[in-house]
Structures are given as structure tokens and as C-alpha cells.
């Protein structure tokens, strides 16, 4: 029987596409359906900071937007964190940017690795989400990058999390607070624990206008 070069050209494609979804699985696909997601909500934001009355930016500043800046969408930093329920929830003071302060419970320790390093965060809550049962936490951080590409203050990450289990800590989220747009915010700034030895390239960057 003779087969053409052409349908031998045909059977390796489909061998080799087959080939690399047994070797991946559904994990290429899902990460870009991933990335697609990022890229979304990154143009959802642009359009709020743009367009919305609720907008951080003053209205001039609203005229002159263009786009926020982001590191290209990571999945290495879409990381699980072993989360350590911490003992004791004494509510502490954060220094805000205005130089007022806040309170916030401690209520989670989390550790993950970034770069082969062990690293840590505490994630907090106000103190009125402790007593409503809120399920989302707050972590302002800083890193290598703040100063250099990052907004100089640090950012913030947010998650859901009812308890059980890891985690879902994903930088590709990162943020600035309002005060890197908008001297007018008052802004809680990232207690010295939560600073990562490591340049998390990930996430929102400097705001330039």
C-alpha cells in the first residue's frame, strides 16, 4: 500500500499534537484560559479607572489615563500557601500614608515558597469583618521590586478562604492602593514582617500617568 507524503505529513501533526496533549494533560490549556482571565480583569480595571466617577484618579488624571502597568501574567506566582491559624489575634495598629492608623486583626500565618525560598505572610482583617464572619483577607506586602518597579510603599493581595485547607495566594493580582494614584487616600502600609526577601514580578507595577 502506498501512502502519499502528504498524508504521512498529516499523520505526524496529529501525532504530535496528541503527543503533547498526553504529555500536558488539560495544564496548557488551562493556563492560558488562566492568562485570558488576568488579561480580562486588567482591562475591567482600566476601563473602571478610566470611566468610573468611583474612579481613585482625579478627573484630570482620568482625561490622561491610558492603562495601568503590569508584569506579564506569571503562573509560577499563582501559588498554594500553608495557612497557620494565628493564636493570638490581639488587634494591632497599622501605620496608614497619611500617618493615622488602623486597626487590623492578625488572623492567619502563610507560608509558601517563591525561588526555592520559604517565605512568609500574614494575612489581617478590620476588626468589624472578624465579628461579621467575613471569609476575605487582606495582605499588604512589600518586596525587592518596591522603589525599583513596584509602587515604593508596597501592595496588596487579597483572598477568600474558609479555613480549610491551603491557600490560593496569587500575585498576578497584586495591587496598588489608592494612594499611589491619589495623595488624598489614606493607605495602611505593610508592616515590616511582611516583606519578602525575593523580587515578586508579578502583578501591578509602577503607576506612571
Not at 77 to 88: C, E, F, R, T
Not at 105 to 117: A, C, K, S, T, W
Amino acid at each position: 500500500m502506498v501512502i502519499s507524503l502528504r498524508k504521512i505529513y498529516v499523520l505526524c501533526v496529529l501525532l504530535f499534537i496528541c503527543g503533547l496533549a498526553s504529555c500536558s494533560g488539560t495544564g496548557t490549556l488551562e493556563n492560558v484560559k488562566y492568562k485570558n482571565h488576568v488579561l480580562q480583569q486588567r482591562k475591567i480595571k482600566n476601563t473602571f479607572f478610566k470611566e468610573s466617577p468611583e474612579s481613585p484618579l482625579l478627573e484630570e488624571q482620568q482625561w490622561r489615563f491610558t492603562t495601568l502597568h503590569y508584569y506579564p501574567v506569571n503562573v509560577i506566582l499563582k501559588l498554594n500557601a500553608q495557612a497557620n491559624l494565628i493564636a493570638d489575634q490581639t488587634p494591632l495598629q497599622l501605620r496608614t500614608s497619611t500617618g493615622h492608623e488602623r486597626f487590623y486583626v492578625p488572623r492567619y500565618y502563610l507560608e509558601f515558597e517563591i525561588e526555592g525560598q520559604r517565605l512568609h505572610l500574614t494575612a489581617y482583617q478590620q476588626v468589624e469583618e472578624v465579628a461579621q464572619g467575613s471569609t476575605n483577607y487582606f495582605v499588604p506586602f512589600t518586596d525587592l521590586t518596591s522603589g525599583e518597579e513596584t509602587y515604593g510603599a508596597g501592595r496588596y493581595l487579597e483572598f477568600d478562604y474558609g479555613g480549610v485547607g491551603a491557600v490560593l495566594l496569587d500575585f498576578n493580582f497584586s495591587y496598588n492602593p489608592y494612594c499611589a494614584y491619589n495623595f488624598n487616600f489614606s493607605c495602611p502600609i505593610p508592616p515590616p514582617d511582611n516583606h519578602l526577601n525575593v523580587a515578586v514580578k508579578a502583578g501591578e507595577m509602577t503607576f506612571v500617568e
